[in-house]
């Protein structure tokens, strides 16, 4: 982690979740450091991706897989401003829908003869979908951005993510030069590589 500023200049937009979070140097998974404690307010800077660069009270920063932070929610709207509402979660039932109809019918092509299995394998190649009613409660993969999406009919939330945080996406600006080689790690004659 890296220390940016005081904490006189901070203003939460996020907490950790209640499990904690990995947190890395960079938006690289070659570079980890301190997981961050549940429920720690920090500040969301910046995003690249799947990536969210954060910055906590006491002015360190880290990224961390932003799909995971828990948004603080906003005052009361004042003077005229729109009310903000959660996710429609219309579109993931209709993709979930879709995607579900089209391996039916591959299932049902290949269980009565009428495909064989490599027609069903290219029938079904690239589809995902996740859905799980339980009573009001839904939950719903959003293959967009890898992560399941809670609902209770009326708006949706994050739940949790699939996988960890992928290549940002945008590649970072060079670092500036320190006027000095980086540090690079050799491996001395006659030993075995990392």
């Known amino acids: 982690m890296t220390s940016t500023t005081g904490p006189a200049e901070f203003h939460p937009t996020h907490v950790v979740p209640r499990e904690g979070l990995s ?34 009270a006491n002015g360190w920063s880290a990224w961390v897989d932003a799909r995971l932070l828990v948004s603080v929610p906003e005052p009361p709207p004042t003077g005229g401003r729109p009310t903000s ?18 391996y039916r019918q591959a299932a049902a092509d290949l269980a009565s003869g009428r495909t064989d299995a ?22 719903l993969y959003e293959e967009a951005t890898g992560r399941w999406m809670y609902g209770d009919g009326t708006g949706l939330v994050p739940y ?34 990392p």
């Open 85 to 102: 509402r959660a996710e429609d979660p219309l579109p993931l039932l209709a993709h979930g829908a879709e995607a579900l109809e089209r």
């Open 23 to 56: 947190a890395w140097e960079e938006a690289d998974l070659s570079r980890p450091t301190a997981a961050l404690d549940p429920f720690l307010p920090v500040r969301l800077l910046s995003r690249r991706g799947e990536w969210g660069q954060i910055l906590c």
């Open 118 to 139: 490599e027609a069903f394998r290219r029938a079904t190649r690239g589809l995902r979908a996740g859905i799980v009613v339980d009573g009001e409660s839904v939950w």
């Open 160 to 193: 949790a993510v699939g996988e960890g945080p992928g290549v940002p996406a945008e590649p970072e600006p060079p670092e500036p030069s320190v006027g000095h080689e980086p540090t690079r790690i050799v491996t001395p004659p006659g030993s075995a590589g």
